[in-house]
Nanobody
Framework: QVQLVESGGGLVQPGGSLRLSCAAS????????MGWYRQAPGKQRDYVAK???????NYADFVKGRFTISIDNANNTVYLQMNSLKPEDTANYYC???????????WGRGTQVTVSS
């Protein structure tokens, strides 16, 4: 099972930016999909964004135009660039990966993002 380790979270003011990283312990260049979910305290885990093997990206409506997902296959790392952050973006952000369409989902342990003045 591949290990996924998130980093880059922290405290930022509204309107600010953060870049989250998700480092994989194995090669991810051929993986079916990788992406991000988030979970705020007392709420369900929500889908944020994903990037497919062919480079296609998809975003939840509430982050479109503000967040950008990208992948560095050489370094087995997925990024989430988050701009124009809002207090409602405060959550623990989890990286996920699926090696194939039929395989299970691997998860990281999360990185906390807090947007507050």
């Amino acid at each position: 099972q591949v290990q996924l380790v998130e980093s880059g979270g922290g405290l930022v003011q509204p309107g600010g930016s953060l870049r989250l990283s998700c480092a994989a312990s194995d090669r991810i260049v051929s993986w079916y999909a990788m992406g991000w979910y988030r979970q705020a305290p007392g709420k369900q885990r929500d889908y944020v964004a994903k990037i497919m093997r062919d480079g296609t990206t998809n975003y939840a409506d509430f982050v479109k135009g503000r967040f950008t997902i990208s992948i560095d296959n050489a370094n087995n790392t997925v990024y989430l660039q988050m701009n124009s952050l809002k207090p409602e973006d405060t959550a623990n952000y989890y990286c996920f990966g699926r090696a194939t369409m039929m395989s299970g989902t691997d998860w990281g342990r999360g990185t906390q993002v807090t947007v507050s003045s």
